[in-house]
């Protein structure tokens, strides 16, 4: 089992920055890649970004050149890092742990961009 806890999300004007937090314990030496998901209000759950535990990075293309996730293996603990906020950026974001086996998903933390 893995336990994910998200910190960060707030309200934040566009073009300002923020950073998610996702802390992770429990079986934590199974886990392959670590991504940050992000659902809207009416709209489908979406991946924004992930990295794996070599440290290969990916992104969705509406993020590209905005965002930035990494981690930190001391602290098992991922980040991303949100800058150029836009309104089109507001939605609860989601800290996902795949072993290949289970996803295992954080509570959420909402992120809300006001123009």
């Known amino acids: 089992q893995v336990q994910l806890v998200e910190s960060g999300g707030g309200l934040v004007q566009t073009g300002g920055s923020l950073r998610l937090s996702c802390a992770a314990s429990g079986s934590i030496f199974s886990i392959i890649t670590m991504s940050w998901y992000r659902q809207a209000p009416g709209k489908q759950r979406e991946l924004v970004a992930g990295?794996?535990?070599?440290?290969?990075?990916h992104y969705t293309d509406s993020v590209k050149g905005r965002f930035t996730i990494s981690r930190d293996n001391a602290k098992n603990t991922v980040y991303l890092q949100m800058n150029n906020l836009k309104p089109e950026d507001t939605a609860v974001y989601y800290c996902?742990?795949?072993?290949?086996?289970?996803?295992?998903w954080g509570q959420g933390t909402q992120v809300t961009v006001s123009s």
């Open positions: 990295i794996t535990n070599s440290g290969t990075t």
């Open positions: 996902n742990a795949d072993d290949l086996n289970v996803d295992y």
